[in-house]
């Protein structure tokens, strides 16, 4: 481990101001990251992770976030150790993308919908590595290489909404990696990866950490990929660290009730069937209640697909005319029985999001039949369809896209009751 450490957080604090007064997101986390080090940061949703590293590259300001104390020690090597949080936005502007990369969490608010994947890929390479327009280029596809993309030569000229959430992520990685930053902060990197990606993803992450001494900070719920990824594991919960250790003692002998119960959390097959879950810290020590209701599958098929084709045009060319088809679905049948679960799997691009999306025609199917009851989904009119849409919902891949910013909380989740 160096003197100093590539990063270190010195009592963090961070508070966003509300209509009830402050709150305190981050209350004085401290710990550090050494070059060639993975540090995994985990804990429950609105523990803080996020808001930790996001101080760190100085973002969270533009988030309506202030840090309030601490300090955010960073070794940019022969320049010396600085204090980012009293950095001018000039120098931290030349520090984000070339000393400092990060994967952020939602790929699609990551990348600009206006400008096509070889712009916002080649942009940093030009800006901090001063490399000309086809070097950059010839990097940019190199980059889309690695992180598994197919076609990367035909992917620079398109858009992010042109890509799968899974593409689009890779691309997130792909500009994270881009100029070999020495801090590498990724947050929830592999959410929307398929398995086989995941892990080629998480083996180019760590050739990088030994080729180039890059420190991790790795922020995650998946506990087997910091079992995987982690030297060291810092817990939080409720904006406090509540455990901090090398990855092996915090796996074989986790100290802090939440550790222990984020640990009993991993799912293990066919233990979820008729059993409770681990309580959450909030209800440890009250009465026992199980948060899972076994219910039996009928004969009854409620969901009946055949069949089922999308295709989309691809854009080309001055006037925008179609050049070619992408064969998203082919000729997909399956049914589901009624209080049944289904699981459709597949690596990222394969037509999983394209199908749920063709059943509530969101997208519209070439060409098949979608039975859900004795409703033929394909066969209504825009009212029938409306009317059916209430007994079919769909849980978006990307939270973020799918909320109005211009609407509360409250109003989004009363609109479809009303």
């Known amino acids: 481990?160096?003197?100093?450490?590539?990063?270190?957080?010195?009592?963090?604090?961070?508070?966003?101001?509300?209509?009830?007064?402050?709150?305190?997101?981050?209350?004085?986390v401290s710990f550090d990251i050494a070059a060639g080090e993975t540090v995994?940061?985990?804990?429950?949703?609105?523990?803080?992770?996020?808001?930790?590293?996001?101080s760190l590259m100085r973002l969270v300001e533009y988030g309506g976030g202030e840090i309030s104390d601490?300090?955010?020690?960073?070794?940019?090597?022969?320049?010396?150790?600085?204090?980012?949080?009293?950095?001018n936005p000039n120098d931290m502007r030349a520090i984000r993308g070339r000393e400092i990369g990060m994967i952020f969490q939602e790929p699609m608010t990551s990348l600009n919908p206006v400008?096509?994947?070889?712009?916002?890929?080649?942009?940093?390479?030009?800006?901090?590595?001063?490399?000309?327009?086809?070097?950059?280029r010839s990097r940019a596809i190199d980059l889309l290489r690695q992180v598994r993309i197919p076609e990367p030569e035909r992917r620079l000229g398109q858009y992010p909404h042109e890509l799968s959430g899974g593409m689009r992520q890779r691309v997130v990685i792909a500009m994270a990696l881009a100029c070999e930053p020495r801090l590498l902060i990724a947050d929830e990197p592999t959410t929307a990866l398929d398995v086989t990606i995941q892990a080629e993803i998480l083996g180019l992450m760590n050739k990088l950490k030994k080729d180039t001494g890059t420190a991790v900070m790795f922020i995650t719920h998946d506990m087997a990929v910091v079992a995987q990824m982690a030297d060291r594991v810092v817990v939080?919960?409720?904006?406090?660290?509540?455990?901090?250790?090398?990855?092996?003692?915090?796996?074989?002998?986790?100290?802090?009730p939440y550790t222990q119960n984020l640990l009993a959390a991993v799912p293990k097959l066919g233990e979820m069937r008729g059993q409770p879950t681990p309580k959450p810290l909030s209800l440890i020590g009250q009465p026992e209640k199980s948060?899972?209701?076994?219910?039996?599958?009928?004969?009854?098929?409620?969901?009946?697909?055949?069949?089922?084709?999308?295709?989309f045009n691809v854009k080309g060319g001055f006037f925008r005319r179609t050049v070619a088809r992408v064969h998203a679905l082919e000729n997909v049948s399956f049914s589901i029985k009624k209080g049944a679960t289904l699981s459709l799997v597949g690596e990222s691009g394969s037509g999983k999001s394209t199908c749920g999306?063709?059943?509530?025609?969101?997208?519209?199917?070439?060409?098949?039949?979608i039975k859900l009851g004795d409703r033929d989904i394909l066969a209504l009119d825009s009212a029938g369809l409306r009317e059916a849409r209430r007994?079919?919902?769909?849980?978006?891949?990307?939270?973020?896209?799918?909320?109005n910013p211009q609407m509360t909380l409250a109003d989004q989740v009363a609109e479809p009751m009303k």
């Open 236 to 256: 939080m919960f409720r904006g406090e660290k509540v455990e901090e250790g090398l990855v092996e003692d915090i796996f074989e002998n986790p100290q802090h």
């Open 1 to 28: 481990m160096l003197d100093h450490p590539i990063a270190r957080f010195e009592n963090l604090k961070v508070e966003f101001q509300t209509q009830d007064g402050p709150v305190e997101a981050v209350k004085g």
């Open 70 to 87: 601490g300090r955010l020690l960073f070794d940019r090597g022969a320049a010396g150790q600085v204090d980012l949080r009293t950095m």
């Open 40 to 54: 995994a940061i985990v804990g429950e949703s609105g523990s803080g992770k996020s808001v930790s590293s996001l």
């Open 357 to 369: 999306r063709s059943i509530l025609r969101l997208e519209e199917p070439q060409s098949g039949s």
């Open 291 to 311: 948060l899972i209701g076994s219910v039996p599958p009928t004969e009854e098929i409620l969901l009946d697909v055949r069949n089922l084709t999308t295709r």
């Open 115 to 136: 400008f096509t994947i070889g712009r916002q890929l080649m942009e940093g390479l030009r800006l901090h590595m001063g490399l000309s327009k086809a070097a950059a």
């Open 391 to 403: 007994d079919m919902q769909m849980v978006f891949q990307d939270p973020f896209a799918s909320l």
